[in-house]
């Protein structure tokens, strides 16, 4: 299967900076890669889908791109609800999987 | 809007089996266009695609669970289900359902989740 490989595991920024997330598949995923934003206690919400479309009502602080087999999160301007655990997922190759995950710290 | 959510036992016993539901409202099921999707979270392992049916009845599962599950589609009931059989310990996780779009969209909306606990 597809090893979906996140890094940081966690990444400490300041509100206001800008915070770049990487993701790195083992094969080709061509630009079929999702980031979600997971909060304690919450299901895993959709940011970015096809590698670089932000879901309906995310902010354009959100951006995705990448293909092929690197991938890149950025959130511009940090927030203080942007604190979370954010994980990357393929669809491309069967069966979809998913990275480690995040976690984006004060 | 559509949404799920995720209802039945929060605890197995090894070796039984696991009967999970999702129901959808704010949409049909049958619709189309849309695969129902359940993915599992184990506190340590993270993330685990487990599988998805389409309204037709055709199903897609992970390898990794062999036959051990089965994922049915109620449409009159705007529900799908999950079953897990010859559950343990590793089993124990919160699970979720969702569904994913057949053009490419991932996974939206998600269920809240539910959390399933095997033990003696």
């Known amino acids: 299967e597809t090893v979906m490989t996140q890094s940081p595991a966690t990444l400490s920024v300041s509100p206001g900076e800008r915070a770049t997330l990487s993701c790195r598949a083992s094969?080709?995923?061509?630009?079929?890669l999702a980031w979600y934003q997971q909060k304690p206690g919450q299901a895993p919400k959709l940011l970015i889908y096809?590698?670089?479309t932000r879901a309906t009502g995310i902010p354009a602080r959100f951006s995705g791109s990448g293909s092929g087999t690197e991938f890149t999160l950025t959130i511009s301007s940090l927030q203080s609800e942007d604190f979370a655990v954010y994980y990357c997922?393929?669809?491309?190759?069967?069966?979809?999987?998913f990275g480690q995950g995040t976690k984006l710290e004060i | 809007q559509v949404q799920l959510q995720e209802s039945g036992p929060g605890l197995a016993k090894p070796s039984q089996t696991l009967s999970l539901t999702c129901t959808v409202s704010?949409?049909?099921?049958?619709?189309?266009?849309?695969?129902w999707s359940w993915i599992r979270q184990h506190p340590v392992k993270g993330l685990e695609w487990i599988g998805y049916?389409?309204?037709?009845?055709?199903?897609y599962y992970n390898p990794s669970f062999k036959t051990r599950v089965t994922i049915s589609v109620n449409t009159s009931k705007n529900q799908f289900s999950l079953m897990v059989r010859s559950v343990t310990a590793a089993d124990t996780a919160v699970y979720y359902c969702?569904?994913?779009?057949?053009?490419?969209?991932?996974?939206?909306?998600w269920g809240q989740g539910t959390l399933v606990t095997v033990s003696s």
């Open positions: 704010g949409g049909s099921i049958s619709s189309g266009g849309y695969y």
């Open positions: 997922q393929q669809y491309s190759n069967w069966p979809q999987t």
């Open positions: 094969e080709s995923v061509s630009s079929n």
């Open positions: 969702a569904r994913e779009s057949l053009a490419g969209e991932a996974l939206d909306p």
């Open positions: 096809g590698a670089s």
């Open positions: 049916i389409y309204d037709s009845g055709s199903t």
